[in-house]
């Protein structure tokens, strides 16, 4: 029997299970939108320091988003039953994780990364049952982390990170790890959605190296 889902998770559950894309990026795919479809898995569960997100630090030889943290998933595959299917597929195939240990809470609102044509589906989940992860697949992924929520939203590892284009978007600055993005910008909005957001400096300003996609 799965473990209930826990109070302090319930409002993330609700944000997730009322959430308009609107609220979550500015980027929406075109209703004519006839790029690639993919999923990714942001995934709660309850480690050594308490509530944490499962992701990931992709290998950094890649020939795009080489190095970026971000939520394990990819493209949805046609033998896919859609994009919670995909999303739990590719966390297994990047983490290793054992899929019926996770609780589907919603599939939120499809998101679009302008750069690469990407309309991105997040998958909420509840990891009532962890099982062991790591890099399953070292051609795609360097480290996997399970970081806390205490340390997401603690103001000192908040910044605003700068893209050489000029672009400025929310991050993170976390064991080693600057988490920016869509994956970050995803993060910040769910937690200030749910009231967990706390004051922080966002003259604090982070660039990124020359090249990065």
């Not at 990026?25 to 999923?39: N, T």
């Not at 970026?68 to 039953?81: K, L, M, R, V, W």
């Not at 962890?130 to 360097?142: F, G, I, L, N, W």
């Amino acid at each position: 029997m799965s473990a209930p889902i826990p109070d302090w998770l319930m409002p993330v559950v609700k944000v997730a299970r009322t959430v308009r894309a609107e609220q979550l990026s500015q980027f929406i795919p075109p209703d004519d939108h006839d790029g690639r479809e993919g999923a990714v898995l942001i995934l709660f569960g309850e480690g050594d320091l308490g509530p944490d997100l499962l992701l990931i630090e992709r290998a950094h030889d890649m020939r795009s988003h080489a190095g970026q943290p971000a939520f394990p998933g990819g493209a949805i595959d046609p033998g896919d039953e859609g994009a919670i299917a995909a999303a739990l597929r590719e966390a297994n195939e990047e983490t290793g994780l054992d899929p019926s240990g996770i609780e589907v809470i919603a599939a939120l609102p499809a998101l679009w990364l302008p750069p690469s044509n990407f309309a991105v589906t997040p998958v909420v989940g509840w990891w009532h049952t962890p099982s062991p992860v790591r890099a399953a697949d070292p051609r795609e992924v360097a480290s996997v982390e399970r970081v806390s929520v205490a340390e997401l939203v603690n103001p000192a590892n908040r910044v605003m990170v700068r893209h050489p284009s000029g672009y400025m978007g929310a991050g993170f600055d976390v064991r080693g790890l600057l988490v920016w993005g869509f994956t970050a910008g995803l993060i910040s909005r769910l937690f200030a959605l749910a009231g967990w957001e706390q004051p922080w400096d966002h003259e604090r300003v982070v660039d990124l190296s020359v090249g990065v996609d």
